[in-house]
Each structure stands twice: as structure tokens, then as C-alpha cells.
């Protein structure tokens, strides 16, 4: 038996979520990646306490979904795996890159980039890989990839936000203290930690205190 995994290219079609409208009005714009098992148009709810007026926030969605529990009711969505996660972080990147043309943001706005979970790590490797220019870069409760070095963010002139529960069941003190250790490597002194009360959850007083 003569087994063997091909790969071919194909054109694909997803969805992203946005909440308020992009206006004369708008300051900032906010790039979010929701965590595992989360659905765009859901994870928009945590910035709803943001000023409409001022915030637009745009919500990419995961393509890899899934049922979350055995009911099969609830569905959730990852972003990466361990199985060809180098092809994979490419296609994510060519899904964001016509997020972003798509919407055209006017390059005065304030762009904030935010990660949660598993989304930092997919947020980290686009603002590396990219280039991107953003104003704020926030890595909420989520592990730095391991291949990014300080030189792929050399680039980068951004506000850099560490943010973490201090209940986090995820987050042992060895992890909190070799992330830390990781993000003051790649950002130095563009680094802020800030911490919560609470477990492994979007804090909606931490982002609100972003801006």
C-alpha cells in the first residue's frame, strides 16, 4: 500500500465580523483574535463598552471550526495547530492581508492590534511577518510563539501590552515568568504588564483602560 499526502492551491472564502462603522468620527481601529472555541461575531460583545463613535473594531474569524461539546449545538473555531502549522500560518496571513485591503484604514487612524489566548500567537506572527505598523500591540493572556526573535518587532514603534489574570489556570508561575522574560526580550522597554483578578478570560476593563 502506497500512501502519500499531496498538496494543491485553492481559492477559499471566510467571513470577518465588524462592530460600529468606520467615520470622520473614528480614532482608533482595533484588529482582534479571538481565542479557541470563540466565534468573531461573539467575540465582538467584549468591546461593545468602547465608544461607538470612536472605535471600529474588525474581527477576523478562524476557519477551522468545530462542534465545542458532544450536543453538537455550540460551535467553536481554531486558528493553528501543530499539524502544518508553517502552510497554515501562510494561508491565515494571505486572509488577513484582504481583511486589511478590504477595508482600507486611513493610515492616521490609531490601529490597535489585540490577541487573546490563542489568538496572540497568530496576531504576533502577522504584525512580525507583515511589518505591520500599528500603534498598539496587545497580548492578552496568550504564549509568544517560539521561532519570533527580537529582531522580526526591530520595526516596530508600538505601545506593547502584556495582560494576564492572576488566577489564570493556564499561566503557572515558571510559564508567567519565562513569557515575561520572552516579551522583554522581543520589546524592551515598549513592554507594559498589566495584571487582573480574575482567571483565564477577556478582561473588558483592561481594554477599556487601552485607550
Request: proline share 2%.
Given at each position: 500500500?502506497?500512501s502519500?499526502?499531496?498538496?494543491i ?11 460600529n462603522n468606520?467615520?470622520?468620527q473614528?480614532?482608533n481601529?482595533?484588529f ?6 470563540h466565534l468573531?461575531?461573539?467575540?465582538l460583545?467584549?468591546f ?17 471550526k468545530y462542534?465545542i461539546k ?10 493553528l495547530?501543530k499539524?502544518?502549522t508553517?502552510?497554515e500560518t ?5 486572509y ?8 482600507n484604514?486611513?493610515?492616521h487612524?490609531n ?9 496572540v500567537?497568530?496576531?504576533m ?7 505591520l505598523?500599528c500603534?498598539?500591540l ?14 522580526d518587532?526591530?520595526f ?8 494576564y489574570?492572576?488566577k489564570?489556570?493556564y499561566i503557572t508561575?515558571?510559564i508567567?515568568?519565562s513569557e ?7 520589546f524592551?522597554?515598549?513592554l507594559?504588564?498589566i495584571?487582573?483578578e480574575?482567571k483565564h478570560?477577556?478582561?473588558v476593563?483592561a ?5
Open positions: 500500500m502506497d502519500k499526502e499531496k498538496t492551491s485553492f481559492t477559499a472564502t471566510n467571513t470577518y465580523s465588524t462592530l468606520l467615520t470622520k473614528t480614532k481601529v482595533w482582534v483574535c479571538h481565542g479557541l472555541g468573531s461575531r461573539y467575540f460583545n467584549y461593545k463598552n468602547l465608544n461607538p463613535d470612536e472605535n471600529y473594531i474588525i474581527a477576523p474569524q478562524a476557519s477551522s462542534y458532544s450536543n453538537f449545538k455550540h460551535v467553536g473555531a481554531c486558528w495547530t499539524e502544518r508553517t502552510e501562510e494561508n491565515l496571513l494571505r488577513f492581508d484582504s481583511i486589511f485591503k478590504t477595508e484604514i486611513p493610515s487612524l490601529l490597535i492590534i489585540f490577541g487573546y489566548s490563542q489568538g500567537s497568530i496576531a506572527r502577522y504584525v512580525a511577518k507583515r511589518q505598523a500603534n498598539q496587545v497580548l492578552h493572556s496568550g504564549g509568544i510563539p517560539k521561532e519570533l526573535q527580537a529582531n518587532f526591530s516596530l514603534n508600538a505601545k506593547v501590552s502584556l495582560i489574570g492572576n489564570d489556570a508561575e515558571d508567567l515568568k515575561t522574560k520572552k516579551a522583554r526580550k522581543l524592551k522597554n515598549k507594559h504588564i495584571s487582573f480574575g478570560e477577556v478582561n476593563a481594554i477599556n483602560g487601552l485607550i
